[in-house]
């Protein structure tokens, strides 16, 4: 093969799969899995290897862009964009002050740490609230927990993959996913060994998804999780299988937690759950008797009503069991850089420290709940929202109520994206400045450090110079704030440093974060630290730090703190006696709706690349055959799904994957009018046109978004305009049409994956 190899990683999902890009006249032509990876070895999804198709994707933006009058973007060069948007920006400022300022920040930001870095230094130097992302559409629950429980939202345990005798999933999906909040390349390997060594593995999920079919699926009710969680702790603790000493010589309030739960016994909480007691007493007794156990919850159980309530009682199950912080249970990791006391020393480790101006949600990590942004911006008065940044996000489709977030978006006096296509929500913006893709930029996998068992680093260069003017987010940050004087840095002391003219660069810090942190070399003083020179030269493939995940390190950091677990914080128990004792029906309203994610798609951003969209690929919404024969309607038919805020129009896919009452929708499509052609030929819908945007209707503990178990009802459609073709296609791509997942031997070829039965089909 032509060209030059440049071994690299994969940005696009959290294992961070090992990549050899091929860079021919300094251009990237193509990507391959990495075999010398030491975790991934060799192993990338559809996805990675179609992301050559997007970093040259023809439309792609590679030039600054302006908005016209007619609503259409023209070219501008970088100076003239830069030079307005700092005009503009800085007569809000004058005006009104930073906290007229805001920004979303997109999931693929999270993976590049120069970006998360000027991000957040940037609206700390403008001292705004308006900081809004992904996180309250996905894990930002998680977080809120953890500040609870550990008085640091960064310290999150993982399932301890390589020790573990009984992993029990709930709300995830893996083998489409790769795993979240989770680095574990290869992942549908880990679990197979779990069963091979003689454990178990439960997948707690409404829908047969591909790895429930793999594993034992146990079904459940929509946002039934924290109910099945409290009888589990139930059953613990009236059997008196419940560790005892863990509990006293590590937590607070487990007692009273032990009495929240007898409230709620398998037997009571089977309607709401849809799990015979049987079957849950069977789960809390091997969580409590096997060798080590991991409960480990994921997107499924973070968008109901009540997540941070679940995500809470998913570490204290653990905690009750003696499965926290402990080998083959959910282990903290103790990565190179102490992401958590770093956070906590830049005072980013905030939880609840300020409040939203509209409906009174804590802050999580400094970010405020994205459902209130189109509020923030109509709402009159001191802190109004009159300057939005996005950057490498979508949330016209991607946060609830996409129709009220895009006419706000018209009420901004000025809206910026950085982006690398025009998309639904930045066809709005008054520039789109061009981002480089993660093969354009050096980076280091900051946020995922801890998530990663065994431990694991890497660093990489840019593999190629960025196509077009393409510049790295950071820089435009930095030149931004440069035009209204302010510096965009995480730290306060570098602000000040700024003042007198001394600047820094994200690899400059990053690199001071490494040295300095409990794996550095602290600048030669610890022989074997690590440096990220020292990463680039030396570990290209990255670097493995240690066989097994650490024990005892939040007994280690709590310990330091003088703190123990808390098992009945104050949020907590208010929100327990808050739990309604039953479900509220509506009988206009009675099936539930809950998401579901798909191989070849990635949230809203993949669908442009014809690798992933072979096959005449569409949107489907799963509907069990017996909902379907009642309502009758086929596969392939086109049916009306409406909820109490919104409808849509999508073809039926029949299947018994489903359990009854409850249908699933892909959300990241319903595209329309921005640049990318090919997925707006297949547009599908949006699903969060039927979730709400209402301060009322979010979770009360993390401002989270409702996505998983909203009331819908289905009926055939009236509109002839939906082509039943596309649905039938939809489900037979599953197996047949679908471009192989890479596996890479001896050759450089991709081989195809040996079946294509939809359960196991290229997840692995
Ligand atoms: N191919 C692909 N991979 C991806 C992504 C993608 O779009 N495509 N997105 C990435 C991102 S941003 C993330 S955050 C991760 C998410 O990673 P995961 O959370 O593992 O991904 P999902 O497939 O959404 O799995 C959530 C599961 O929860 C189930 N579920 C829904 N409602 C409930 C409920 O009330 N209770 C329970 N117990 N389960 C429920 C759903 O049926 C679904 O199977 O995936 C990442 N990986
Ligand atoms: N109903 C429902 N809604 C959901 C979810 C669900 O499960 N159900 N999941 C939620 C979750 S977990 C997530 S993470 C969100 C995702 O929501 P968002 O982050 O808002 O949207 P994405 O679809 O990821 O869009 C990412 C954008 O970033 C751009 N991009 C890609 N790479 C880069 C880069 O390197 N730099 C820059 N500047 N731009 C880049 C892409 O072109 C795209 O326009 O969706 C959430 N919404
Ligand atoms: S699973 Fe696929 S998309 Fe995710 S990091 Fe690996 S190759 Fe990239
Ligand atoms: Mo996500």
Partial sequence: MAGERVVTYCRICEPLCGMVATVEDGRLTELRPDPDNPLSRGYACPKGIAMAEVHNDPDRVLHPLRRTGDG?????????????????????????????VGWYFGNPGAFSYSHTLWVGGFLDALGTSHYYSAGSQDVNNRFAASALLYGNPVLVPVPDLTRTDFLMLIGANPLVSHGSVLSAPRIREQLLAIVERGGRVAVVDPRRTPTAAQFEHVPIRPDGDAWMLLSMLQVIFEEGLADERYLAEQTDGWQELARAAAAHPPEQTAP??????????????????????????????????????????????????????????????????????????????????????????????????????????????????????????????SVPDGDRLEQALGELELMVSIDLYVNETNAHADYVLPATTFYERDDFPLPFLAFHVPPFVHYTERVVEPAGEAREEW????QI?????????????????????????????IDLLLRTGPGGDLFGLRRGGLSIAKLRDRHPHGLVLADQAPGGVLKRKLARKRRRIQLAPDPIREELARLPAAEEEDPDFPLRLIGMRELRSHNSWMHNAPLLMRGGRTQALRVHPEDAARLDLGDGVAASLESKGGAVEVPVLVTDEMTPGTVALPHGWGHRGGGWKLANANRGVNVNRLASSDAGDLERLAGMAFLNGIPVRLSASQSPSIRSTEASSAGRSRGSAAPPAASLGSSASITSPPSNRSSTFGSM
């Avoid at 060069?77 to 009104?96: K, P």
């Avoid at 709402?379 to 929202?385: C, H, N, S, V």
């Avoid at 820089?475 to 930095?478: A, E, G, K, R």
Wanted: charged share 20%.
């Fill in 72 to 100: 259409s973007f023209e070219q501008v060069s970088w100076d003239e964009a830069l030079d307005d948007i700092g005009n503009r920006l800085g007569a809000i400022v004058n005006r009104d002050g930073g906290g007229a």
């Fill in 272 to 397: 709401r759950t849809g799990i015979e007691p049987d079957v849950l007493r069977d789960l809390a007794r091997a969580i409590a008797q096997a060798e080590g156990a991991a409960i480990y919850g994921r997107t499924g159980s973070c968008l109901g009503r009540h997540g941070t309530l679940v995500a809470f009682l998913i570490d204290a199950l653990a905690a009750a069991t003696g499965n926290l912080d402990t080998a083959g249970g959910s282990v903290f990791g103790d990565p190179p850089i102490a992401l958590d006391e770093v956070a906590e020393r830049i005072g980013i480790a905030s939880y609840d420290e300020r409040r939203s101006r509209i409906g009174n949600f804590p802050d999580v990590l400094g970010n405020m709940p994205a459902s209130l942004m189109a509020e923030e911006i109509e709402t009159p008065g001191e802190g109004q929202l009159r300057a939005l940044f996005v950057s490498a996000g979508n949330p016209v489709l």
């Fill in 475 to 478: 820089w435009t940050i930095d």
């Fill in 481 to 509: 704030a440069r035009r209204i004087g302010i510096a965009p840095y995480p730290v306060p002391a570098l602000r000040l440093l700024a003042k007198l003219g001394i600047r820094i660069t994200p690899q400059r810090l």
